[in-house]
């Protein structure tokens, strides 16, 4: 049985820091990508940044240049750091990683975390 567990939500002002993390665990082999998405309420859930094994990552738009996205691959983790929030980052976010156990290679959710960004 392969879990993610995302821990680091909560309510944070407008301007400020969260840091996001996500740990996976049980029958694991290796994980190949790793990702944070976000669902806003009453909006599809999106992808806000991605990160390869080797490390190459990518972001979306509207998060370019205030998140940053890295990975422990020895302790099967990843992180999301995000600065100057705003009221637009609320969402519940979650991790997602391409997980190969002995068997096969299957994405994996989180149960998600919410972030709020508010006065």
């Known amino acids: 049985q392969v879990q993610l567990v995302e821990s680091g939500g909560g309510l944070v002002q407008p301007g400020g820091s969260l840091r996001l993390s996500c740990a996976a665990s049980?029958?694991?082999?290796?994980?190949?990508?790793m990702a944070w998405y976000r669902q806003a309420p009453g909006e599809q859930r999106e992808l806000v940044a991605g990160?390869?094994?080797?490390?190459?990552?990518n972001y979306s738009d509207s998060v370019k240049g205030r998140f940053t996205i890295s990975r422990d691959n020895a302790k099967n983790t990843v992180d999301l750091h995000m600065n100057s929030l705003n009221p637009e980052d609320t969402a519940v976010y979650y991790c997602n990683a391409d997980i190969h156990t002995s068997t096969r290679l299957s994405p994996y959710w989180g149960q998600g975390t919410p972030v709020t960004v508010s006065s």
């Open positions: 049980g029958r694991i082999f290796t994980i190949q990508t």
């Open positions: 990160i390869t094994r080797g490390g190459s990552t």
